[in-house]
């Protein structure tokens, strides 16, 4: 039997003058991880000291909301801001985009190396170890929010989850799907669809273990674009994959049938990844620098 998403509150933190939300809260312990694993890896290196990691961060934090906000409106929701350009600015009401938060995060690094007079390169193979811990809390944001949820499934039950927060989508399905009433008649007054916790997916794959794998592997010197090839490879594929049991977007077809447009955004990642790491051992250039 599947079981019922708690519903948490949104609110992690009412401290009377202000309300932390979860999703809130989550960027700032992102930014803090990043930071203190950014400062440990410098440790070991001296190339980056710990001013200039105080830096990056901060530019990579511009990168990630500045990036994510435009990336969402332009990719997700273009009509409403011709329709309403403030809606760019509203980002209390959430939406945020992975792939805007990587090219903005791209456009920050490329600035951050100009200042200090470093290949792009070198500082994104720096930083790319400690990104997925970020990805790993925001798609736990996305879990306590009960949004982002999976697709429906008509399987085995014993690993799903009813999302109370996916009512109305679960009744359009339904009315478009009649052999799904009998399932959701399951839940009597709840009347709901199993699905996948697709965030928990998410949270494991791009986020927990691709930090192992890039962690270990970041662990001995690397030739310049080996590490942010991975970091491609790694994230492009678990995404790719996990997209199969999480709820397209609204409003967007399906590409062919099957492809969402979050495995669109991702298949991009994947073949740079490729391309990346065949020149990263062709040109065996080695930026690292030991303490």
Same mark, same amino acid.
């Given at each position: 039997?599947?079981? =019922?998403?708690?519903?948490?509150?949104?609110? $992690?933190l009412?401290?009377g003058f =202000?309300?932390?939300?979860?999703?809130?809260?989550?960027?700032?312990?992102?930014?803090?991880?990043?930071?203190?694993?950014?400062?440990?890896?410098? +440790?070991?290196?001296?190339?980056?000291?710990?001013?200039?990691?105080?830096? @990056?961060?901060?530019?990579?934090?511009?990168?990630?909301?500045?990036?994510?906000?435009?990336?969402?409106?332009? #990719?997700?929701?273009?009509?409403?801001?011709l329709?309403?350009?403030?809606? @760019?600015?509203?980002?209390?009401?959430?939406?945020?985009s992975?792939?805007?938060?990587?090219?903005?995060?791209?456009?920050?690094?490329?600035?951050?190396g100009? +200042?200090?007079? +470093? !290949?792009?390169?070198?500082?994104?193979?720096?930083?790319a170890?400690?990104?997925p811990?970020? &990805?790993?809390?925001?798609?736990?944001?996305?879990?306590?929010?009960g949004?982002l949820?999976?697709?429906?499934?008509?399987?085995?039950? %014993?690993?799903?989850?009813?999302?109370?927060q996916?009512v109305?989508?679960?009744?359009?399905?339904?009315?478009t799907?009649?052999? &799904?009433h009998?399932?959701?008649? /399951?839940?009597?007054?709840?009347f709901?669809?199993?699905? !996948?916790?697709?965030?928990?997916? /998410?949270?494991?794959?791009?986020? $927990?273990? #691709?930090?192992? &794998?890039l962690?270990?592997?970041?662990?001995?010197?690397?030739?310049?674009?080996?590490?942010?090839?991975?970091?491609?490879? %790694?994230?492009?594929?678990?995404?790719?994959?996990?997209?199969?049991?999480?709820?397209?977007?609204?409003?967007?077809?399906?590409?062919?049938?099957?492809m969402? +447009?979050?495995?669109?955004?991702?298949?991009?990642?994947?073949?740079?990844g490729?391309?990346?790491?065949?020149?990263?051992?062709?040109?065996?250039?080695y930026?690292?620098q030991?303490?």
């Amino acid at each position: 039997m599947a079981i =019922i998403h708690p519903q948490f509150n949104p609110v $992690a933190l009412d401290l009377g003058f =202000i309300e932390l939300h979860w999703y809130g809260l989550m960027y700032l312990l992102a930014f803090l991880f990043a930071y203190g694993l950014a400062s440990y890896r410098a +440790k070991k290196r001296v190339d980056f000291t710990q001013e200039m990691v105080s830096d @990056l961060v901060f530019y990579g934090a511009l990168g990630v909301i500045l990036g994510g906000r435009i990336g969402y409106v332009i #990719l997700y929701n273009f009509g409403e801001f011709l329709s309403n350009p403030s809606y @760019l600015l509203r980002v209390w009401e959430g939406g945020m985009s992975f792939h805007g938060g990587f090219v903005g995060v791209l456009f920050a690094m490329y600035f951050f190396g100009r +200042k200090y007079k +470093k !290949h792009a390169f070198t500082v994104l193979d720096f930083i790319a170890p400690a990104v997925p811990t970020g &990805l790993l809390l925001g798609r736990l944001g996305n879990f306590i929010n009960g949004e982002l949820w999976g697709r429906v499934s008509h399987g085995d039950y %014993g690993h799903l989850m009813y999302f109370p927060q996916a009512v109305h989508a679960d009744h359009e399905l339904i009315n478009t799907d009649p052999s &799904l009433h009998n399932i959701a008649m /399951q839940m009597g007054d709840y009347f709901l669809l199993p699905r !996948h916790p697709s965030q928990l997916y /998410q949270a494991l794959t791009e986020g $927990a273990l #691709l930090f192992i &794998l890039l962690w270990w592997f970041s662990t001995k010197p690397r030739p310049r674009y080996a590490v942010s090839a991975l970091f491609l490879l %790694g994230y492009g594929c678990s995404r790719f994959i996990t997209e199969f049991f999480r709820q397209p977007d609204v409003g967007y077809e399906l590409i062919f049938g099957w492809m969402s +447009k979050g495995q669109l955004y991702s298949s991009p990642m994947i073949i740079a990844g490729l391309i990346l790491m065949v020149l990263a051992y062709k040109k065996n250039i080695y930026d690292w620098q030991k303490a």
